[in-house]
């Protein structure tokens, strides 16, 4: 099993919609999360860091479910900007704070 | 924010030749970096973790003797691709965190092709 799971995708959304990504992790052990985004044949960027309380950031609103060990990214009104890939990365507890990404859940955005 | 710069960002080499790519964190000190390897459409892949004056540590399967790590300054980690061959064709990406620990930041990725 792997240790960040993600649907790849493609969603394929039209403008102003709205779209909900999950992710699953197996180590309960994990300290920190995050969403990143990747466009292609770039680097990751963060988008957000994930807490428990759950966090949002304009369109952006992130969950952490810590006893479902599950996280989850909703993008509201959708902009064709928005198309890329997007990252569901786990950090453990153990030293050097090795961050372990996902495959990565493809959008596309259409007119 | 932090800035991680990665160079080259792209490089064309024969096979059995040696590669090396540069990691530079440009305004802050970094003792610990990250290489990963990207395939197509496929997740980035930790290869190996960069100690500043130490050894780096490798992921299982990663050849150390292959992917030559180096850090020799606070700023700079190096990663050579030695005797490359077509199947070491990927994007290669390093990244830094800062000191406090809550973010990776990455260079913007070298994309090797083997020839």
């Known amino acids: 099993r792997k240790e960040v799971e993600q649907d790849p995708g493609p969603f394929n959304v039209p403008e102003g919609a709205t779209v909900a990504f999950n992710c699953t992790y197996s180590?309960?052990?994990?300290?920190?999360f995050f969403w990143y985004r990747q466009d292609c044949r770039k680097e990751p960027k963060l988008l957000m860091s994930?807490?428990?309380s759950g966090n949002e950031d304009g369109r952006f609103t992130a969950q952490l479910n810590r006893a479902s060990q599950y996280i989850s990214l909703l993008i509201r009104d959708s902009k064709l900007s928005d198309s890329a890939t997007y990252l569901c990365?786990?950090?453990?507890?153990?030293?050097?704070?090795?961050?372990?990404f996902g495959t990565g859940t493809r959008l596309l955005v259409s007119p | 924010g932090a800035v991680v710069s990665q160079h080259p960002s792209r490089v064309i080499c024969k096979s059995g030749t040696s590669v090396k790519i540069e990691c530079r964190s440009l305004?802050?000190?970094?003792?610990?970096m990250f290489w990963y390897r990207q395939f197509p459409k496929q997740s980035l892949m930790l290869m190996a973790t960069?100690?500043?004056?130490?050894?780096?540590?490798?992921e299982q399967g990663v050849e150390k003797d292959k992917f030559l790590i180096n850090h020799a300054s606070l700023t700079l980690s190096t990663l050579t691709v030695t005797s490359a061959h077509p199947e070491d064709s990927s994007f290669y990406i390093c990244?830094?965190?800062?000191?406090?620990?809550?973010?990776?930041?990455f260079g913007q990725g070298t994309r090797l092709t083997v020839v």
């Open positions: 994930v807490y428990s």
């Open positions: 180590n309960s052990a994990s300290q920190s």
């Open positions: 960069s100690n500043e004056g130490s050894k780096a540590t490798y």
């Open positions: 305004d802050f000190q970094a003792t610990t």
């Open positions: 990365v786990v950090r453990g507890n153990t030293g050097f704070q090795k961050l372990v």
């Open positions: 990244s830094a965190i800062t000191g406090f620990g809550t973010q990776a930041f």
